[in-house]
Each structure stands twice: as structure tokens, then as C-alpha cells.
């Protein structure tokens, strides 16, 4: 037995005010090398910084030109003062002259088979996710994920801070939440069953339990298509809450946990938005079109008639995106009351339309990130609703325990995490925003 | 299209002091109900308040015994101060006295098939699992579930504000990180495919791109054994970190995690500590102790003869763990060096003993929480720890990308979240701790 003190463990965050003039050491990895005449511009990768090194090749032992692009290396030396233009840079303001550099380990390759080093990758996207080990250290790359975490983590928070408890349910289920052909099957121990496309019926069953609920997790749509706005396994931010009044709770409950996000991002990932070039979006008011009169505004103003379509076409969502911003000055349209034939068998049906349901698209961008509405909540409902769709009611008998047992009325929504990722770092195709994306030809790395 | 302005909507927290001796309406689901000769005690469930609320039978229009646990209510009426022994409820210095109640809903069953009403819910296992949707209304049950979140919260919180970034790893994979059978298979489009055993391979390669990488998420094992230790799917909390300089960086990191972990719970969980009569653990110091010293401790103190054995019995888990709270004054063990035979290819051997391995375990309470240790960096490691072990080099290429690419020494580990939330709130199985558990036997709910 051995015992030793706990002790926080550091390398992590520089004082660099304070340390300035003063000697350390950081580790990190080669982001860059740039060898000139007399020494070299050697750019360290640590957790937290993106920093600029620079050597005299007549003061370290290692002559520059044996270093090489990411290497993990340890450097000791004096913190100065910097004015650095370089967006992949931070800090920007300091800098570290070194005396010595020690190389820890060094790349297999002889020659990176991307070049990470330049402003922009010149890569074909399926190479650029081929090698997702190494291209993902690109600092634009590696902007996007930063992006992720933090509307990950700020979900969970802001969700948290109103009332509403993280849940975590199972994906492999013994039924499809979301209806179609377009699940993954799985044999468990003899028996068939299915990736979940979505955590629905087991975010309803927690609303009777917290009465606010959330999830962050993946899920699974065996789609065969493969486009810019598909994946076959993506991040979905769930939450589902009781006691609404009508669907309009839930928008406003997504509004103001999307410009919580927003807000997180413009305070935590300043370097991000400057690389990126991003435009950080606010909800300032909310903007809703019914489902028809976006059939009817994209007929009247672009002359294309989608009149009669059960769904928008993607050409609809980029011209209503497009209206949204030049007449109603919004970059959020809450699409509400779609067809009751094309939703799922959960959703409430407008009483006074019934072949309208009470809910709702956000498009965003160009793009549809979210999908939800408000649910039925009572049990006889159910059974109406699913022995008129003839559905094979016993397959789904635990999931309707929660209605016997008693259930508020409530609604919730499920909100794409690459979707929205993609549209505000300004990626054309939602497969950049996934670490590494999974679709109808890919299921490597 | 119609257009309203942001707010933010309420129905979560209320100001107890503030409103006393005021009317307000509180939404919820009737927890218990108590009917008296002069009216009833009627609790109330909402995402915050367990809260105490009484009804005289002459100043309502419902009779109570009309109203039926687990019916949605609105309730209006005035905020008294009280004095309340009850640990199921919250606050238990305020109560409302009703003026009026309103029933939303009720539930479907004539008479609930389990009583949740009572301190302790009598109910078989199996039947407590199979009507989730109403036993885990039960306050216990939502306590251990609110710990499950707090966990979940504070380890991503914690990690975060330590420079490690959230990562979300595919779930479908193309190859096995662990080895081994235990393993579900899946039809992706024609090819093969497995689910994630662990995030292994996605949280090295992210070591590579932002140093220091967290991840939460399902994990999927394929263990035939139904013992209430196992579950076949369960949330997995992982961190992966570069630069270490020995696998005790990791232990420090952990025991850190821990503890914020554990300082959250006391802040924000005291009702479910005082309900659940949990006692909160905290690391003082590290304990250490080497594989093979603990089947000689359980040989020499205990008479049982486990060495040669290349892993741990439970019964050696238990046997440590009371030897660790006796003799070193520790309920977490950090059982370090197990042998190189138990554990994957790419895990660092101790060079001194190559037989060993630069691993550990964590137990605690009786059970192993945690598995971690330093991995091979190198890819001329790999190559050679591959070759010796007969395995297909081809089918983990795009895996071995991140060594060929250069990687820093690093080192990370999986801690299983029923498995913490089962050991801090006294669970005996750790299906307990799962909300919807899966094992050999079980699909549903």
C-alpha cells in the first residue's frame, strides 16, 4: 500500500501576466513549424492555447530543422510580450522565447499526408474524413468541436437551472418511438431490437416522474439518403416539460435556451468566432408561420408551388429562411401546425383542425434543426389515436403505462446538435459537424 | 405569421418568504393523499416541490375523495409556514392551505398496481423494473435519480472548467475497442457493425486533436451474465488526457472528479440525502495498492486463496474494501499494476515488469467503479504489442492513424455511472440505478 496527498494535478491555464519575463515550461504539440534564416516560428497545441515559440537556432541544442509538425514536445523559456495577428493564434498578446526544447515523441508518418499548417486544408471531404485523426487538429476543425461543447454543455446548464432533470434512457429498445422503416435492427440475446431514433417515449414516461426533463445523447435514423443535411447517428438535445399550456411554452422555452447557448459562445469562444468568422445569432423576438402560409408565401413570392406537399421541401426551408430575414428580420422561423398525416401517432391534434397537429419545425439558417410540439397525455387518446392507425397496441404497453398511470399534458422537442452546429459556424454540410459522421457509405474512423 | 415577444416562462422555482400568507397556484401530480374526517393532506409533485398542501372538505368544490394520486392538479391557495418531519418532502417549512383545486387529469388505472404512497414501495424487483413508468414516481426512486444527475452534471462541469473539451463519439462502430465476445452486432447497410464497447479508440485520437477530452454516453457489453453487478447497457463517464507522467496523474484527476462530484451532491441534493440517509463520500488522500498485494491481504487476512488469479473475485473486492476501511481509514482503493493478460492491446505495459501493466482499478464500497491507465503512444508500440497478439492490423488502421500522426503519453478511464450512483446512494443491485435497465432477460420498458 502506498498513500500519497491529493493534490491538484496543473498544466492547464498560464498566468501570463504574471509570469511575464519569467521562465517555464509548457508541453504541447507542434501546430505549426515556420524555419527561417535564424531560428524558427514554432507554434505549441496545448489544451488551452494555440501559442507562438520562437527560436534562436544558436541557443537550443535540437536545430529546428529535426523538429517537425506534431511532435509532442516540451519547451522551456522566457514569456514576453506579443502583438500577433494570426487568428488560429491565442494568446495573441504573449509569446515564449525559448532556450530549450525537448522532443517527447514524434510522428510515424515521414510526411503528414494532409497538410494541417494552412489556413485552410486543401482536402476532398471524404479524405478530410478518412483521416479524421490528423485533420481534425486543423485549427478550424478543431473551432467547430469547440463549438459543439459548448452548446452541449450549455443545453445541459440552462436546462438545469430552470427546473428540468438530465435523464439518461437506453438506446437499445424493443420498439421504434418514430414509425417508418428507417431503424437500426439488432439481434439482443435471441430477441429483435432497435437503435433508438429518438429518446421520445422515455422522456414522456420522466415527465411524470420530474415533470421537466432533458437529454443529451445519440441516436440512430437508418436513412438511406445520403446528403449535406443527413447523418445516420447524430447528437439530439431532448427536453420534454409538462404543464404547458399549449406548444407555445416549448418555443419560448427553446428560444431562451438557444440564446443561452448563444450567449455562452460569444462569452467562453471568442477565438472561435474570430477564426471561424462566425455571426453568433440572438433570438430577439419569436416569429411562428403556420405550415400552410409557408406553402402559400414561397408560391406567391418564389413561384413555386409545393401547395398540397404533406412536408417542406429543402428548397422551401432556404427561400422561407431567406423571406424570414428580409421581411420579418429573423433568422428563427417556427414553422407550427404540420399535417397530421405526417407526424408521429404522439402528437396532439389541433381540436379545431384535426388534420393539424399542435406542432412545430425551427428553421434556422436555411435548415430545420428541431422538431417538436405538444404530445397527447391522456390515455384514452392513445387508444383512439393508434387503433385508427391500426397500430399493434400491445408492442408498446410499457410505454403507455405512464398515460394510465396518469400524465400532465406536456410537450417537448428534440433539437439536432450538428444541425446547429453547422449553421452557425456557417458549414455547408452537416457531416463537418460530426467528429466523425456516419452515413450510408461511412462507418469509419 | 404572427409575431410575440421573448419571455421567460415560469412554473419552477417559487419565493417561499416572499409570498407567505399570499395566493399562488402551483401545478402538479398528486404525490400521496391522505383523507381525514375534516378534509385531506394533499402532496404535491411539480420539477421542484415535493410540497404538503391541505384541504378543508368545506371550502372546496371537489370532495376529496374524489381526487386520486396522480392526478394533474392546479392548486390555489395561501402559503403558511409549517413544521413538517416528513424527509419525502420539500420545503418542509411552508405548506399551502387550498382554496380551490382543479383537476387536469387522472390516471387511466382504477386502482394504481403499485402503492407509491408509502415510505417504502413493496414491490418485487422485477415488477418495480417492469412498471417503471409509475414506481419511479416513488420519492426514493427520484432521489437516486436526481443523484444520477448531478453526477452527470458535475463531472462534464468539473472536467470542463480544467481545460478538458466534451466529446461525442459514434456509437456505431466498425471494430471492438475491448476485444473479446461481448459484443452486439448490427446490419449497417449491408455491413457489418458493432456498438460501441467503450469510447477507447475515439477518445485517444481526440487526446491528439485537444489534449484533454471528456465524453458521457451509452456503452453497450454483451455479457450474458444477469448478477447485480452488470448491466448490458450503461452510461459510461470518460476523460482521456495527454501529457501525463504516469497513470498517478490519472488517480490525481479522478480523485478530484470525485470529489467535486461529491461537494455538488452535499450543495445541491440535501433533501435526497436526508430521504435516501445517504452518507457522501470524500477522498482525503490516495490510496494505492498493487494487484498481487491484495490477493496476499485477502489470503493472509481473510484465509482465501485467490493468487495466480489474473483479475479480482467480487468477493476480493468486498473483502479489500473492508480491509481498506478498517486498516487505512479509506472507502476508495485504487488497485494499481494488473496483469498484462486481462488487460487490451493498448494498454502500457510497466517496462519493469512487463508482465504488469501501468493500470488500475478503483474501488469502492465494495465494487470496481473505474478502470483506466496509460495507453501506448507510440505507433511502432502498437505495431509490435499487435504482432505479438496476432491480431488484424488492417481492421484498426483508421484507429491508428492518431499514433502515426503523433501522439503525446497519455492515459484516460471509464467510470460507470449506476455502478458511483448504486455505491453513494446504498443500492444493492445496480439495476437499481438505472432507469431503464438492460440485461440478459430484460427489453422493456
Redesign the interface.
Given at each position: 500500500?502506498?498513500?500519497?496527498?491529493?493534490?491538484?494535478?496543473s498544466?492547464?491555464?498560464i498566468d501570463f501576466n504574471s509570469l511575464l519575463e519569467k521562465e517555464i515550461i509548457v508541453?504541447?504539440?507542434i501546430q505549426n513549424l515556420r524555419i527561417l534564416s535564424w531560428g524558427a516560428f514554432l507554434i505549441l497545441?496545448?489544451?488551452?492555447y494555440t501559442i507562438q515559440t520562437i527560436i534562436d537556432k544558436d541557443t537550443i541544442s535540437v536545430p529546428p530543422e529535426q523538429l517537425?509538425v506534431?511532435?509532442?514536445v516540451a519547451v522551456r523559456g522566457i514569456i514576453k510580450k506579443a502583438n500577433i495577428k494570426d487568428k488560429a493564434l491565442y494568446p495573441r498578446d504573449f509569446e515564449i522565447h525559448v532556450k530549450e526544447i525537448t522532443v517527447?515523441?514524434?510522428?510515424?508518418?515521414e510526411v503528414?499526408p494532409v497538410d494541417t499548417t494552412k489556413k485552410e486544408m486543401v482536402v476532398h471531404l471524404d479524405k478530410k474524413f478518412?483521416?479524421?485523426?490528423?485533420t481534425?487538429?486543423h485549427p478550424r476543425?478543431?473551432a467547430v468541436?469547440?463549438i459543439?461543447?459548448a452548446i452541449?454543455?450549455e443545453f445541459?446548464?440552462y436546462l438545469?437551472s430552470?427546473?428540468?432533470?438530465?435523464?439518461?434512457?437506453?438506446?437499445?429498445?424493443?420498439t421504434g418511438a418514430e414509425g417508418g422503416a428507417n431503424i437500426?435492427?439488432?439481434?439482443?440475446?435471441g430477441?429483435e431490437?432497435f437503435?433508438a431514433q429518438s429518446p421520445q417515449?422515455?422522456k414522456q414516461?420522466?415527465v411524470?416522474?420530474?415533470?421537466?426533463v432533458f437529454e443529451?445523447?445519440?441516436v440512430?435514423r437508418?436513412e438511406?439518403h445520403a446528403t449535406s443535411r443527413h447523418l445516420?447517428?447524430y447528437?439530439s438535445l431532448d427536453f420534454e416539460m409538462?404543464?404547458i399550456e399549449s406548444f407555445?411554452?416549448l418555443i419560448?422555452?427553446e428560444?431562451?435556451t438557444l440564446?443561452a447557448i448563444f450567449e455562452r459562445i460569444e462569452k467562453d469562444c471568442g477565438n472561435e468566432i474570430e477564426l471561424l468568422d462566425m455571426k453568433v445569432p440572438k433570438?430577439?423576438?419569436?416569429?411562428?408561420?403556420p405550415f400552410d402560409?409557408v406553402h402559400e408565401i414561397v408560391y406567391k413570392k418564389y413561384n413555386k408551388d409545393y401547395r398540397g406537399e404533406t412536408d417542406l421541401a429543402p428548397e422551401e426551408e432556404k427561400l422561407i429562411s431567406e423571406y424570414g430575414e428580409n421581411e420579418?428580420n429573423t433568422e428563427f422561423i417556427f414553422v407550427t401546425h404540420y399535417p397530421s398525416s405526417k407526424r408521429p401517432f404522439y402528437t396532439m391534434d389541433d381540436p379545431e383542425h384535426p388534420e393539424k397537429t399542435l406542432s412545430f419545425d425551427l428553421i434556422f439558417r436555411n435548415l430545420e434543426i428541431t422538431t417538436g410540439g405538444q404530445r397527447l397525455?391522456?390515455?384514452?387518446d392513445y387508444m383512439n389515436k393508434m387503433k385508427k392507425l391500426s397500430m399493434n397496441i400491445e408492442t408498446f404497453q410499457?410505454?403507455l403505462?405512464?398515460?394510465?398511470?396518469?400524465?400532465?399534458?406536456h410537450g417537448g422537442l428534440g433539437l439536432g446538435?450538428e444541425r446547429l452546429t453547422a449553421q452557425i459556424c456557417g458549414l455547408s454540410n452537416v457531416k463537418e459537424a460530426s467528429?466523425?459522421p456516419?452515413d450510408?457509405n461511412r462507418?469509419?474512423?
Open positions: 500500500m502506498q498513500e500519497i496527498v491529493l493534490e491538484k494535478i498544466g492547464y491555464s508541453k504541447g504539440m497545441r496545448t489544451p488551452e517537425m506534431e511532435s509532442a517527447i515523441s514524434t510522428p510515424a508518418y503528414l478518412d483521416l479524421r485523426p490528423l481534425l487538429r476543425e478543431r468541436f469547440k459543439a461543447a452541449c454543455n445541459g446548464n438545469s430552470t427546473g428540468f432533470t438530465r435523464i439518461c434512457s437506453p438506446k437499445i429498445n424493443s437500426f435492427k439488432l439481434d439482443y440475446f430477441r431490437a437503435l417515449f422515455y414516461i420522466m411524470g416522474v420530474y415533470g421537466r443529451i445523447g445519440p440512430f437508418a438511406k445516420n447517428e447528437v409538462g404543464f407555445m411554452d419560448k422555452v428560444a431562451n440564446n433570438i430577439e423576438r419569436i416569429v411562428t408561420v402560409e420579418w397525455h391522456l390515455y384514452s410499457s410505454y403505462q405512464a398515460f394510465q398511470s396518469g400524465m400532465p399534458p446538435l467528429l466523425f456516419r450510408i462507418l469509419e474512423p
